[in-house]
């Protein structure tokens, strides 16, 4: 794997890869790297001929009062898993390298990204859809990989890909879970054994509002009830949202059709998790 910390150094061995007829296939990470990042991975191996994986923590998509400062960080061990893998490049910049000094220029998806996640974190999604604009112009891939956990982010990206004309395929990949139901995500590295627990809640609320789905229940009404039902039964747990949108436009739907998805937020604790189905 070779690793470098410049646009530069990235974007001539893309180029270079490109040139010789490669595909490529971008996997773009925050590191603290989980089986979820993995999974990834081997889909893009699966079906590009290169992959080209990014560690950085990106500092405009974390508010103020954020965690930015503790997000989990362990970069040889992300190095090593990333190399066991089959990772061709890694991209690993500074946020100078990223930032530099006077830039002023934002993209941002208007009409998405004050959505879900965007209406609790505002600004998150500019950050987000900034940074992905500049990892595509530089890495330029055929395809960029990305987790199901993130339904939100999923939907701003495919807006942008359109939007701006990027030639490349947004690939979503299954959410992967723990043996009790918990999305894998970094940020679960924060809970200690009692929230850790508690925050089984989420997958609970939204497995009960599918299973009441699948029996023919469709009114919204009734379902995020029962989802918030059990909510009330993790006192300690402070629910975010719950809602049945639209998986494209994020907007809340007036029946439950198969394609919607269901998507919740919430905090254990100090610790925001997300999860979500499509029915």
């Not at 296939?25 to 992959?51: I, Q, W, Y």
């Not at 080209?52 to 974390?62: C, D, G, K, W």
């Not at 809602?243 to 809340?252: A, F, T, W, Y």
């Given at each position: 794997m070779?690793?470098?910390?410049?646009?530069?150094?990235?974007?001539?061995?893309?180029?270079?890869?490109?040139?010789?007829?490669?595909?490529?296939?971008?996997?773009?990470?925050?590191g603290?790297?989980?089986?979820?990042?993995?999974?990834?991975?081997?889909?893009?191996?699966?079906?590009?001929?290169?992959?080209?994986?990014?560690?950085?923590?990106?500092?405009?998509?974390?508010?103020?009062?954020?965690?930015?400062?503790?997000?989990?960080?362990?970069?040889?061990?992300?190095?090593?898993?990333?190399?066991?893998?089959?990772?061709?490049?890694?991209?690993?910049?500074?946020?100078?390298?990223?930032?530099?000094?006077?830039?002023?220029?934002?993209?941002?998806?208007?009409?998405?990204?004050?959505?879900?996640?965007?209406?609790?974190?505002?600004?998150?999604?500019?950050?987000?859809?900034?940074v992905l604009a500049?990892?595509?112009?530089?890495?330029?891939?055929?395809?960029?990989?990305?987790g199901?956990?993130?339904?939100?982010?999923?939907?701003?990206?495919?807006?942008?890909?359109?939007?701006?004309?990027?030639?490349?395929?947004?690939?979503?990949?299954?959410?992967?879970?723990?043996?009790?139901?918990?999305?894998?995500?970094?940020?679960?590295?924060?809970?200690?054994?009692?929230?850790?627990?508690?925050?089984?809640?989420?997958?609970?609320?939204?497995?009960?509002?599918?299973?009441?789905?699948?029996?023919?229940?469709?009114s919204?009404?009734s379902?995020?009830?029962?989802?918030?039902?059990?909510?009330?039964?993790?006192?300690?747990?402070?629910?975010?949202?719950?809602?049945?949108?639209?998986?494209?436009?994020?907007?809340?739907?007036?029946?439950?059709?198969?394609?919607?998805?269901?998507?919740?937020?919430?905090?254990?604790?100090?610790?925001?998790?997300?999860?979500?189905?499509?029915?």
């Amino acid at each position: 794997m070779k690793a470098c910390s410049t646009i530069e150094e990235i974007r001539g061995l893309c180029l270079s890869a490109r040139r010789s007829g490669k595909r490529l296939g971008f996997v773009p990470t925050m590191g603290a790297l989980h089986e979820g990042h993995l999974s990834l991975v081997r889909a893009a191996k699966a079906n590009c001929d290169v992959v080209v994986a990014s560690i950085f923590v990106n500092p405009t998509q974390f508010g103020p009062t954020e965690d930015l400062a503790k997000y989990p960080r362990d970069f040889e061990r992300d190095c090593a898993l990333l190399e066991k893998e089959g990772v061709g490049f890694l991209f690993a910049p500074s946020a100078n390298e990223m930032y530099p000094w006077g830039s002023v220029t934002w993209v941002t998806v208007e009409g998405l990204s004050e959505k879900l996640d965007g209406k609790s974190r505002p600004g998150h999604f500019r950050g987000v859809s900034t940074v992905l604009a500049k990892l595509f112009h530089v890495i330029e891939p055929d395809a960029a990989f990305f987790g199901q956990k993130d339904a939100a982010q999923l939907a701003v990206i495919r807006r942008m890909v359109r939007d701006l004309n990027f030639p490349i395929e947004i690939v979503a990949c299954p959410i992967v879970r723990e043996k009790d139901g918990v999305a894998m995500s970094s940020r679960n590295a924060y809970l200690d054994a009692e929230r850790r627990t508690r925050a089984t809640v989420l997958y609970r609320s939204i497995t009960r509002i599918r299973q009441l789905w699948e029996s023919g229940e469709n009114s919204p009404q009734s379902l995020l009830a029962a989802g918030r039902a059990e909510f009330e039964k993790e006192k300690s747990v402070r629910l975010d949202y719950l809602e049945i949108v639209d998986p494209d436009n994020l907007d809340p739907l007036e029946r439950a059709e198969k394609g919607a998805l269901v998507a919740v937020a919430a905090f254990v604790g100090t610790t925001r998790l997300i999860d979500n189905i499509v029915l």
